[in-house]
């Protein structure tokens, strides 16, 4: 079976830093994203890893761990803004089918 | 670029009936596949599309169908509706497969 876990919720404040992790077992791998989603809006976007290591983009890191099954995504500068839902997602076999986990919801106070 | 459009953004239906949803991807984008987001269950694949074949298929019944034109453009059709597929339904387009997915605004069904 596919399984993804990531913590429900998460409280952090404004200008602070936060780790969303995320670990996975599913029938194979080729690729994990990270999307986020504002309530009422459609996912939007933020990074993929296929490698091992970190990947960069502004305020927003993502890290990945094949051996271990573990993801996390790494949130600096922390704005109100940021408050949201972040899906982390497993691309398990060759074309575009995605397994997402249950999401996080990130509360970001001032 | 316009990014992904689906339509209709909102729709009611009553058990039993059908209906079908649109949606059109991103200027260039080849590949369609659709999601199912429930607050119970989450984000499910239904199936991708690509090139107008079918590329693969999500653990839904056979009540879910879809299909893509020439244009890329896709329909997704829910047959016999039951109240348990009342659900956003989003659509997500990518240029090739496997590629990074973009998703549209989503069509909520309400089915009573």
């Known amino acids: 079976g596919q399984n993804i876990d990531q913590p429900t919720e998460m409280t952090a404040t404004e200008g602070a830093i936060v780790q969303i992790n995320c670990t996975y077992q599913t029938s194979g791998f080729n690729g994990l994203f990270w999307y986020q989603q504002h309530a009422g809006e459609a996912p939007t976007f933020l990074s993929y890893n296929v490698l091992d290591g970190l990947e960069e983009k502004g305020r927003f890191s993502s890290f990945l761990s094949r051996s271990k099954g573990y993801s996390y995504l790494l949130l600096k500068e922390l704005q109100m803004k940021d408050s949201a839902s972040y899906l982390c997602?497993?691309?398990?076999?060759?074309?575009?089918?995605?397994?997402f986990g249950a999401g996080t919801i990130l509360r970001v106070k001032s | 670029k316009a990014g992904v459009t689906q339509t209709p953004r909102y729709l009611i239906k009553t058990r039993g009936q059908q209906v079908t949803l649109s949606c059109s991807p991103i200027s260039g984008h080849r590949s369609v596949s659709w999601y199912q987001q429930t607050p119970g269950q989450g984000l499910q694949f239904l199936f991708e599309?690509?090139?107008?074949?079918?590329?693969n298929k999500g653990n839904f019944p056979g009540r879910f169908s879809g299909r893509q034109f020439s244009n890329s453009r896709s329909e997704m059709n829910v047959s016999t509706l039951e109240l348990g597929d009342s659900a956003l339904y989003l659509c997500?387009?990518?240029?090739?497969?496997?590629?990074?997915?973009?998703f549209g605004p989503g069509t909520r069904l309400t089915v009573l």
């Open positions: 997500a387009s990518s240029p090739s497969s496997p590629d990074t997915q973009y």
């Open positions: 599309y690509f090139s107008e074949t079918q590329r």
């Open positions: 997602a497993v691309r398990p076999e060759y074309g575009n089918k995605l397994v």
